[in-house]
T-cell receptor, first 111, second 110 residues
Framework: RKEVEQDPGPFNVPEGATVAFNCTYSNSASQSFFWYRQDCRKEPKLLMS?????NEDGRFTAQLNRASQYISLLIRDSKLSDSATYLCVVSHAGNNRKLIWGLGTSLGVNP | NAGVTQTPKFRVLKTGQSMTLLCAQD?????MYWYRQDPGMGLRLIHYSVGEGTTAKGEVPDGYNVSRLKKQNFLLGLESAAPSQTSVYFCASNDNYEQYFGPGTRLTVT
């Protein structure tokens, strides 16, 4: 079982839809949490960090549930440009800044 | 500010050939990483470095060597390429937890 698990999708939604992704992690020592975005044949880029209190950046909201060990990403009012793979990432304290990567969830936004 | 750059962008090797992939970063980051990404496998850490002159093994180090002689450069070597090393290779660097990636090298071993 992988340490970080995501539903691979694909999720196909129409423009303007709201879509949510969940991710679970198995190591209770995980301390830092992130969502990265990867466009087809490109490098991953940080979308947002995930804080215990939750955080919002425009149309994107990330939440963390430590008790249940899951992280969520909500995208409101989806745009065509949101089509990408979304990677859930965690890190442990004192782990030489190494990140543990989920396999990603593929999102397609259709006109 | 170029960020993280990788050379070459594409390469085709024959089995048994050797090559070196170069990663350079201009952000003065201490930590650097080499990953490979394959369909259905996600990003897997090959080797990493926590500072100039240091290297350490990641999740899938076999068949690869690395060197970090200068802080800004991290080299990944394949001594005797195998078809199983066909992949997309990404280099990344960071000081905190946000990792910045290079554009990748697409390597095919025939």
């Amino acid at each position: 079982r992988k340490e970080v698990e995501q539903d691979p999708g694909p999720f196909n939604v129409p423009e303007g839809a709201t879509v949510a992704f969940n991710c679970t992690y198995s190591n209770s020592a995980s301390q830092s949490f992130f969502w990265y975005r990867q466009d087809c044949r490109k490098e991953p880029k940080l979308l947002m960090s995930v804080y215990s209190s939750g955080n919002e950046d425009g149309r994107f909201t990330a939440q963390l549930n430590r008790a249940s060990q899951y992280i969520s990403l909500l995208i409101r009012d989806s745009k065509l440009s949101d089509s990408a793979t979304y990677l859930c990432v965690v890190s442990h304290a004192g782990n030489n800044r190494k990140l543990i990567w989920g396999l990603g969830t593929s999102l397609g936004v259709n006109p | 500010n170029a960020g993280v750059t990788q050379t070459p962008k594409f390469r085709v090797l024959k089995t048994g050939q050797s090559m070196t992939l170069l990663c350079a970063q201009d952000m003065n980051h201490e930590y650097m990483y080499w990953y490979r990404q394959d369909p259905g496998m996600g990003l897997r850490l090959i080797h990493y470095s926590v500072g100039e002159g240091t290297t350490a093994k990641g999740e899938v180090p076999d068949g690869y060597n690395v060197s970090r002689l200068k802080k800004q450069n991290f080299l990944l070597g394949l001594e005797s390429a195998a078809p199983s090393q066909t992949s997309v290779y990404f280099c990344a660097s960071n000081d905190n937890y946000e990792q910045y990636f290079g554009p990748g090298t697409r390597l095919t071993v025939t």
